[in-house]
């Protein structure tokens, strides 16, 4: 099956720095990918929707100038959390898909879990 | 807006019980209902879908049968194995163009013991 990457797996950072979290499709080109952020105990919640080569589209409530996403290819997404503090640690899970946003059709990654001091 | 809730774990079972993971939804207009299981280490997986109310999803011997008039979508299993522990996900898309996104569940965790 079609299989989506995350980088790092898991990260430390102090407050005020800056994290970039990579997402690859290993085996198939992504027109769409996802980001969503999961707190303990809660569900996944949807931050933005990006397709390759565009702008991504922010969901209402997530800072776009804080969370920033780059789809600059078909097998590339990343999420750079910009001055990090200690509420934006969390899980972050992105998925990625082959056309357009189709929901059977996403892929997802194994998550990277990022911890602010 | 729309909502799914399923049921708290964590789900701890013996090998070959039966298992029921409840899951009910809220949602504007025809939504489309999904199961999703995630492995120790591994990302979200699909694992089965029902896309019309009476519709039965099953895979790998799960079944979940899509029931409009008690707006519900529980994850069923006749005997489980080792192998199903796991975080089990509810979830649901409605319509929109094309544009269609996924909301979920809290997320339910299954533990089997041998």
């Known amino acids: 099956g079609a299989v989506v990457s995350q980088h790092p797996s898991w990260v430390i950072c102090k407050s005020g720095t800056s994290v970039k979290i990579e997402c690859r499709s290993l085996?198939?080109?992504?027109?769409?990918m996802f980001w969503y952020r999961q707190f303990p105990k809660q569900s996944l919640m949807l931050m933005a929707t990006s397709n390759e080569g565009s702008k991504a589209t922010y969901e209402q409530g997530v800072e776009k100038d804080k969370f920033l996403i780059n789809h600059a290819s078909l097998t590339l997404s990343t999420l750079t959390v910009t001055s990090a503090h200690p509420e934006d640690s969390s899980f972050y899970i992105c998925s990625a898909a082959p056309g357009l946003a189709a929901a059977n059709e996403q892929f997802f990654g194994p998550g990277t879990r990022l911890t602010v001091l | 807006g729309d909502s799914v809730t399923q049921m708290e774990g964590p789900v701890t079972l013996s090998e070959e019980a039966f298992l029921t993971i409840n899951c009910t939804y809220t949602a504007t207009g025809y939504p489309s209902l999904f199961w999703y299981v995630q492995y120790p280490g591994e990302g979200l997986q699909l694992l089965l879908k029902?896309?019309?109310?009476?519709d039965k999803g099953s895979n790998k011997g799960f079944e979940a049968t899509y029931r409009k008039e008690t707006t519900s979508f529980h994850l069923e299993k006749g005997s489980v194995q080792v192998s199903d522990s796991a975080v089990y996900f509810c979830a649901l898309t409605t319509p929109n163009f094309g544009n269609e996104k996924l909301t979920f569940g809290t997320g339910t965790r299954l533990t089997i013991i041998p």
């Open positions: 085996d198939f080109q992504a027109t769409t």
């Open positions: 029902a896309t019309k109310a009476d």
